[in-house]
């Protein structure tokens, strides 16, 4: 098939335009400056303002199901997200094709628990979940009243990129070369991950069956559960040596967080490292059969050394 992939220089976006290509299907890489990094073989590069319902649809001719990880600055979710999904729908009944979609946790709320689902109670308790709450609520609309396909597969924290905004590469990992790994919250407590070649891998095998799947349908993808002393012993068993442990300072995150908007917005987040929670597989599970979970030491490896890190 030929797959659209919006915000293709995105760390998740770029991965999974990397596996559809290496599952033999043709890529239109779809970025704001019409170039993408790191991608070759049956792509075509086109150009988008992702917020122009015109410029998407034009961008996105010719394909048979378009992939959106679009993701604004975290500041600027209020101003940027609903216009792209509104945006995003334009194209996708235009065309008449389906969407693949980047669900988030924030949506649970702080009531997230361990095994989430897709029938898990949905809380919009913050700012960001209160948006991604409306999105889908869109997307749900459009296939219901319009037929637009949408398939989410929603998942935990991103690892596993060259790409950087992850917690994983600026916070967790930046001072392991002086001896330090960061956990922002109670190092005990279980923490959702996607490590992000997996997670394009369950994108590809999603999209490749979209025709068995209802108009509008959604997945929990499980990744890697660990807590801070778990997640510390996979770095340390990469790097050889031991690390100490650090804090995230976070009334000082706070009060910056009164002059910088982005601050502010990672804050208000910080819930997801203060309550254990988890994803289940078992819908993703019985729909595919078979999952490709790369096991979490070697995940972890490799994830370090995709940032730049030295591992023994």
Same mark, same amino acid.
Request: without cysteine; charged residues 20%; aromatic residues 10%.
């Given at each position: ?22 599952? @033999? ?15 070759? @073989? ?14 998407? $649809? ?17 500041d ?22 389906p969407?693949?979609?980047?669900g ?11 095994d ?19 999105m ?15 398939? $989410? ?22 001072? $392991?070369?002086? +001896?330090?790994?960061?956990w ?13 070649p ?15 799947l ?8 499980? +990744? ?10 996979l ?10 442990t650090?804090g995230?300072?976070w ?13 502010a917005a ?36 490799e994830?370090? $050394? ?7």
């Amino acid at each position: 098939m030929k797959v659209a992939v919006l915000g293709a220089n995105g760390r998740v976006s770029n991965i999974v335009a990397k596996a559809f290509l290496a599952h @033999g299907h043709d890529v239109v890489a779809v970025t704001r400056t019409g170039e993408a990094k790191g991608l070759a @073989g049956k792509v075509e590069f086109r150009a988008a303002d992702a917020t122009s319902a015109e410029q998407l $649809i034009a961008a996105t001719s010719g394909v048979d199901l378009i992939f959106n990880g679009l993701n604004p600055p975290y500041d600027k979710w209020e101003e940027f997200v609903m216009p792209m999904a509104r945006a995003v729908m334009a194209a996708a009944r235009t065309h008449g094709v389906p969407h693949l979609f980047i669900g988030n946790v924030y949506n649970y709320g702080k009531q997230i628990p361990l095994d989430a689902s897709p029938e898990t109670r949905q809380f919009p308790e913050t700012s960001k979940a209160k948006i991604r709450i409306e999105m889908e609520a869109l997307f749900r609309r459009e296939a219901m009243d319009h037929g637009v396909k949408t398939v $989410i597969l929603r998942a935990g924290d991103f690892y596993g990129t060259e790409g950087t905004g992850s917690w994983f590469d600026q916070m967790m990992i930046t001072k $392991i070369e002086k +001896g330090t790994f960061t956990w922002p919250g109670p190092v005990n407590l279980p923490h959702a991950f996607a490590y992000t070649p997996d997670l394009a891998e369950a994108f590809v095998a999603l999209a490749e069956r979209m025709a068995d799947l209802p108009v509008y349908d959604e997945f929990t993808f499980e +990744g890697h559960t660990l807590d801070g002393k778990q997640f510390q012993a996979l770095v340390e068993k990469a790097v050889g040596r031991k690390l100490k442990t650090a804090g995230v300072p976070w009334f000082a995150i706070r009060l910056m967080g009164l002059f910088q908007p982005i601050l502010a917005a990672l804050h208000e987040m910080r819930y997801l490292w203060f309550t254990a929670h988890s994803l289940s597989n078992a819908k993703l599970k019985s729909f595919l059969g078979e999952i490709k979970t790369t096991p979490p030491a070697q995940a972890v490896r490799e994830a370090l $050394i995709a940032q730049g890190k030295k591992v023994v």
